[in-house]
């Protein structure tokens, strides 16, 4: 294992921490393994067939038609097949000169022909068909699962296991594309050996028992190396989980140099390197579990296929079956030996494929709990007072609340600044007007209308927010700033905005002005700097022209002229609306109305700059501490 540069230049530094050990456990932490055993597979199998089958019934009917009918017409084939190679054999064996033998099974062979070639153009079809319905059964899987991300509550993210749960899901979205495959496989393996197993039983009931024997260890086999390979799966969720997450951020060129100028690549590769080896481990122990299960299940078959062939020939050397019977014995047992082995391998595998399949559906449910369950209250177009009322709010396991206890009232037409210390609970603050948390104690109130009773859509479309840690799109400069609106028939509203965050120039310059793909690193087109980034997201807010507006840090990363572009605009717009704006630059409070000075969580001062300044509290320290440079 690498140690990291920095460590090895002396000798005497500790090594670095290895990454913490994560498993997918938390309150959710349960291996459905625990109750997959061989019966448990065998009750899952028509339930996961009849999902599958439903999904595949809504994205594509002629699809699925087209399947079911090759499966009939593949069935019937091998049937017909094995029937006529029955006659065909009877005459080839029987008695007269070859030519008549021949001549006799002349008409039986061609039915054999046919009926092969038939079964062959139908499993064509299958494939066919599968090809057809599979990518879009796997696009409709992912696009719930991205649906149903997108809609839960702000507040699942912070909860034990989500995050693993939702990697255990991608996983089951990417399996989807197994599981037509399997299932058709399945089908087609059931129905030809049905088709053998009818013609073997009727040339000796003793042939079936022997044949199943042969082929069960196999299919023992198969279910206990998919529980292995499950097992090793569910262990490493949460590690794998975590890696991917450090691999795009560390490969993200967006902080590469973060990356390279602080000497972070040894660690990071280490701590890459650290979780990948905890991952093969575990999939190393697993190894010659997997061996030992197949070498124990193949010696079994073997010893029982041994039994069914020494059968069939004791049956034809004792005269109980005559020696053309036999003939078509011996292909009839290779055909359902076959199909029955396919059964049972398809089977297992479709077993396997439901097992991360039931990850992904235990997500989906999940989410739909945590979707968003609130009420179905309005919020009315213009909003002239917003009220909150000893409003609290704690994380998930947090013992402090990060706002404890806030009443305020804000009215259409007012600025109000937020200001205080790191961890004071700005943020939450805001993100509990906006309501995308909802306070644990105390009322949130639009108009009178409480936000733990109204439809968030209703709240949002009201809403326009500058989030302190906000998206840079990899999509053109235009649906950079109408994301989220799309509603202009022509530019002129989005030129305005970017006049009111003076991007114009900026605009003007690049290659294909509005139209410019902002995603360098992705596609080429072009890149902006920070603070162009920063006033550009400005630009997306002040465009919804929305009656809240709330700015989180919006000029952190502006020059002067850029800050007081967007100053003036706020201000200019301002009587329409109530605006929020948090900020650590206390000179720019100076345009609120109010003020308000918060500290654990708290309002602990309020009033106008002037007063505040002067009233020797918290927020005249702070500003003594800005000119203290
Ligand atoms: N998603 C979260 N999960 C758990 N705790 C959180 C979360 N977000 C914030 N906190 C905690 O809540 C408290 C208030 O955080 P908040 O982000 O509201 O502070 P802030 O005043 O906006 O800080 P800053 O000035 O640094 O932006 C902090 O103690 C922080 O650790």
Redesign the pocket.
């Known amino acids: 294992m690498t140690v990291p540069d920095a460590s090895t230049a002396d000798e005497k530094m500790p090594p670095p921490p290895p990454p913490a050990s994560l498993t997918f456990e938390g309150k959710h932490g349960r291996n459905p393994l625990t109750d997959a055993g061989f019966t448990a597979m065998c009750r899952r199998l028509p339930s996961v067939l009849g999902h599958t089958a439903r999904m595949a019934w809504a994205v594509d009917r002629p699809g699925v038609v087209l399947l079911l009918a090759c499966q009939l017409v593949t069935g019937v084939a091998a049937a017909v097949v094995l029937t006529f190679t029955a006659e065909a054999m009877a005459h080839v064996l029987g008695s007269g000169s070859v030519s008549e033998r021949l001549h006799g099974a002349l008409p039986a062979l061609v039915v054999v022909t046919t009926a092969a070639a038939v079964g062959r153009i139908s499993g064509a079809l299958s494939s066919y068909a599968d090809g057809r319905i599979t990518p879009l059964l796997t696009t409709e899987a992912d696009i719930a699962l991205v649906a149903a991300v997108c809609r839960v509550e702000s507040s699942a ?2 909860e034990d296991g989500f995050a693993d749960r939702q990697e255990a899901a991608e996983v089951g979205v990417t399996r989807t594309r197994l599981m037509v495959q399997d299932a058709q496989r399945f089908m087609s393996a059931l129905i030809r050996m049905t088709a053998a197993s009818g013609v073997v039983t009727a040339l000796h009931p003793l042939m079936l028992p022997l044949l199943l024997l042969a082929v069960l260890p196999a299919g023992a086999g198969a279910v206990l190396s998919a529980r292995v390979d499950y097992e090793t799966h569910y262990l490493n969720v949460g590690d794998r989980n975590v890696r991917s997450m450090m691999r795009w951020w560390a490969t993200y060129s967006r902080y590469g140099d973060e990356v390279r100028a602080n000497g972070m690549t040894g660690y990071l590769l280490y701590w890459y390197r650290a979780l990948s080896d905890r991952i093969d481990r575990r999939s190393l122990t697993a190894a010659p579990r997997m061996l030992r299960i197949v070498l124990t299940t193949s010696a079994l078959g073997g010893a029982f296929l041994l039994c069914t062939w020494s059968a069939l020939a004791w049956l034809a050397a004792t005269g109980r079956v005559a020696l053309p019977v036999a003939a078509t014995a011996v292909v009839a047992v290779q055909t359902a030996l076959a199909a029955l082995g396919h059964v049972v391998i398809h089977g297992a595998a479709m077993f396997h494929t439901s097992l991360y399949l039931a990850d992904m559906r235990a997500f989906l449910d999940l989410a739909a709990e945590r979707a968003p369950r609130r009420g179905e209250l309005t919020i009315p177009e213009r909003v002239d007072e917003i009220r909150l009322d000893e409003v609290v709010h704690r ?4 013992d ?1 609340p ?2 404890a206890g806030v009443s305020l009232t804000l009215r259409r037409g007012e600025i109000l600044a937020v200001v ?12 509990l007007i906006t309501g995308i948390l909802l306070a644990d104690k105390g009322r949130v109130l639009w108009d009178g209308v409480d936000l733990a009773q109204a439809d968030p859509d209703a709240v949002w479309k009201r809403t326009a927010l500058v989030p ?1 840690g906000f998206a840079c799109w990899p999509l053109r400069a235009r649906e950079n700033i109408t994301l989220g609106q799309p509603k202009t028939f022509d530019d002129g509203p989005v030129w305005e905005v970017v006049d009111a965050v003076g991007m114009r120039e900026a605009i003007e310059k690049l290659p294909r002005q509005l139209d410019t793909l902002l995603a360098k690193e992705l596609w080429g087109g072009a890149e902006l700097s920070g603070g162009q980034w920063q006033r550009l997201v400005c630009g997306r807010a002040l465009y919804r022209r929305t009656p809240l507006l709330i700015l ?2 919006p000029t952190s990363q502006m020059d002067a002229r850029g800050e007081h572009a967007v100053f003036l605009e706020i201000r200019r717009i301002a009587a329409e609306r109530i605006t929020v704006v ?1 900020t ?1 630059q206390l000179e720019n409070t100076r345009l609120a109305d109010r003020v308000l000075v ?1 500290d654990r ?1 708290r309002v602990v001062e309020h009033g106008t700059y002037e007063d505040l300044v002067h009233a020797g509290g918290l927020f005249a320290e702070l500003v003594a501490l800005t000119k203290d440079r």
Request: no cysteine; proline share 4%; aromatic share 8%.
């Open positions: 993210y912070g994380y998930p396991g947090k402090e990060a706002v205080g210390e790191n961890g004071s609970g700005k943020s939450t603050l805001v993100k302190q989180d840090e948090v650590h918060m969580g």
